[in-house]
């Protein structure tokens, strides 16, 4: 949603006055865009309880448990998905619109409007900072970096150099040695994009934390590690490149890297 948000034209943003959410996500995500002027005619959201998306989840794909979603690109997961809603009739009738996120990053004739997210973040009290998301642990996948040694010690030097506090976010308590910091177990979304609303540099994971620091940060103040040792021609696909627009791939390059660091 924070990608799909920074293309959809404010026409599309207009449009739209209920949403059915089927992931996990959804409760999280619903407060991002209650009262967002971008949606001004969005008034419903639906959303299913972690527990019901847990006991689905394990009929139709085992591993996918802990991050349970049901998408239009899955074709029997989506089923399940309008079942769960009580849709199947409506979108038969095509009276349910279906968004492909995925898909939208593909298409290379819509572009970067902007984020509505960041247009109407709120001021936090770290003032300016260095926002660092650690790789989250809950989700069994192979496709996360993972921070080493040599990591802490750029973020520490980073720190040092700008005299910069470091606001750690994390899904659980971590030994973190930098000797300047703060850290935030799980806080709320809507606080995480305060947080990169006002960083002065993003350091950490391709998560959604990147996402949104790329919108309005330059490529020399963006740290982003890779969990690909080869990534230089995954830059050039364009559902890739386009999760970290408005950047270029050159840009990408600089700052998305199978490490923390500037070399």
């Not at 949603?1 to 739209?16: F, G, H, R």
């Not at 840009?251 to 923390?260: C, G, Q, S």
Request: hydrophobic content about 40%.
């Amino acid at each position: 949603m924070v990608l799909l948000d920074a293309l959809l034209t404010p026409e599309e943003k207009a449009s739209m006055t209920e949403i059915y959410w089927a992931c996990r996500f959804g409760e999280y995500l619903t407060p991002l865009l209650e009262s967002n002027p971008d949606y001004p005619n969005l008034t419903l959201f639906h959303t299913i309880s972690d527990r019901i998306g847990k006991n689905v989840m394990a009929s139709l794909d085992p591993v996918a448990i802990p991050f349970w979603h049901f998408r239009p690109d899955f074709p029997r997961s989506f089923a399940t998905g309008l079942k769960l809603f009580h849709l199947e009739e409506e979108y038969k009738n095509g009276k349910v619109q279906t968004i492909n996120a995925i898909g939208l990053f593909y298409f290379t004739d819509r572009q970067y409007i902007s984020s509505s997210f960041l247009k109407h973040a709120k001021q936090t009290p770290y003032g300016e900072h260095i926002l660092f998301h650690y790789p989250t642990s809950t989700r069994p996948r192979s496709d996360i970096a993972t921070i080493s040694e040599s990591d802490w010690h750029f973020v520490e030097d980073l720190s040092q150099e700008t005299g910069l506090k470091v606001v750690v976010v994390a899904d659980d308590h971590i030994v973190i040695p930098l000797t300047n910091y703060e850290l935030l177990v799980n806080p709320s979304l809507n606080f995480i994009v305060d947080l990169a609303a006002s960083c002065s540099y993003y350091v950490g994971c391709d998560s959604f934390c990147a996402h949104l620091a790329t919108k309005r940060l330059p490529k020399e103040k963006l740290f982003v590690k890779s969990h690909e040792p080869h990534i230089k021609e995954k830059l050039l696909t364009n559902y890739f490149g386009r999760c970290f627009m408005p950047h270029p791939p050159e840009d990408i390059a600089y700052f998305y890297k199978p490490y923390l660091g500037r070399a």
